[in-house]
C-alpha cells in the first residue's frame, strides 16, 4: 500500500445523516475535528457548496499556538460522501486530498476515511484519535 495514503474504516452508532453532519456542522465540528489533548478549536468558517472553503483554528494551549486547518470541498453527497482539500501547513506542506464516504449499517453507519497527498505517519494517529473523538461526541449528543 502506498505510504501516502491513510485507510481507516469506524462504525457509528448513528444514521449517515448524523454522522455526515459532524463533518459540516460548525458547532458539532468544535467538538472533535482537530481537537487534540492539549488543545482547543477556536473558529471553524464552513461554506458547504462545491469549491466551497473551510477553515479550522486551533489553538495549542501548550505552545499558544494556532494552527490553522483548510481546504475546499470538491464534492458534497449528503449524506454519503464528502470530499475536500485539507491543508495544515504547520503539520505538512502542500495539499491532501480527504474523501469520506458513509454508508448505513446494520444499526448505524460505516464510515471509510481516505486521505491521500500526505504521509501515512503524519496523519494517520490524529486520524485515527479525531475518529474515536467523533464517536464519542456523537454517542453524547
Known sequence: MDLNTIHLKRVFLAPPEVVFEAWVNEDIIHKWLF?????????????????????ILELEKSTNEYIDHFGEYLEIKKPNKLIFTLSVPRHFSGESKVEIEILPNNNGSILTLVQT???KDVTEESWKKMLEQLKLTLENQ
Open 35 to 55: 481537537v487534540g489533548q492539549d488543545s482547543e478549536i477556536v473558529s471553524v468558517h464552513v461554506d458547504l457548496k462545491v469549491q466551497g472553503k473551510f477553515s
Open 117 to 119: 497527498g500526505v504521509p
